[in-house]
């Protein structure tokens, strides 16, 4: 079993930044690759970002490619979430998710992860 609790949600105005952060505990965290993912009231949940297990793959949806990076610390278990350039319509719950993978290509797919966080809610007040 992994454990993963999210931090960093909270209320920021557009334009503004916020880091979140998902902490691992449970199984050796560099056997794992990591995923964020969020859902907005009334919709589907949608991948955000990903990260193989050694940092070197990373993949992003195209509505927020160049405004988020997704990071991650192996020695600390904790990927982040960088989020910068803010829009309203980032406004969401976000989750972590773990994949057990050791390879460099990264999952786009929520289906394939096999463990998740509890979620931390992002708002973005316009």
């Known amino acids: 079993q992994v454990q993963l609790v999210e931090s960093g949600g909270g209320l920021v105005q557009a334009g503004g930044s916020l880091r979140l952060s998902c902490a691992a505990s449970g199984r050796t965290f560099s056997n794992y690759a990591m995923g964020w993912f969020r859902q907005a009231p009334g919709k589907e949940r949608e991948f955000v970002a990903a990260?193989?297990?050694?940092?070197?793959?990373?993949s992003y949806a195209d509505s927020v490619k160049g405004r988020f990076t997704i990071s991650r610390d192996n020695a600390k278990n904790t990927v982040y979430l960088q989020m910068n350039s803010l829009k309203a319509e980032d406004t969401a719950v976000y989750y972590c998710a773990a994949r057990r993978s050791r390879g460099t290509i990264v999952v786009t797919t929520d289906g394939r992860y096999d463990y998740w966080g509890q979620g931390t809610q992002v708002t973005v007040s316009s």
């Open positions: 990260i193989s297990w050694s940092g070197i793959s990373t």
